[in-house]
């Protein structure tokens, strides 16, 4: 259920940090990617982009309450021990 309302909600792009670097999340990643994690496809030094789990993300810019509440959510959802 909580993919479902990821896929939704996550499909906006907003500005994140990732391992010290501002990168720009533009979607989920292909579902065959999530099959233990959700990872999101960034543009960043790459031209086809990189992919990066969700849950190592923080949000610094988003248009989308929902966005950041549910990129919130996940974290905490992952940092409490829960899997697929």
């Given amino acids: 259920m909580a993919i479902l309302w990821l896929v939704g909600v996550v499909g906006d792009n907003f500005r994140d940090t990732w391992v010290g670097d ?4 533009l979607s989920l990643a292909p579902e065959d990617v999530c099959q233990h994690e959700m990872f999101v496809m960034t543009r960043w030094d790459r031209a086809e982009g990189l992919v990066v ?3 190592q993300l923080e949000v610094i810019h988003t248009d ?6 549910a990129v ?10 829960y899997k697929f």
């Fill in 22 to 25: 501002e990168v720009e999340v």
């Fill in 53 to 55: 789990p969700l849950s």
């Fill in 64 to 69: 989308s309450e929902e966005t950041q509440e």
């Fill in 72 to 81: 919130e959510d996940w974290i905490y959802w992952v940092g409490r021990g």
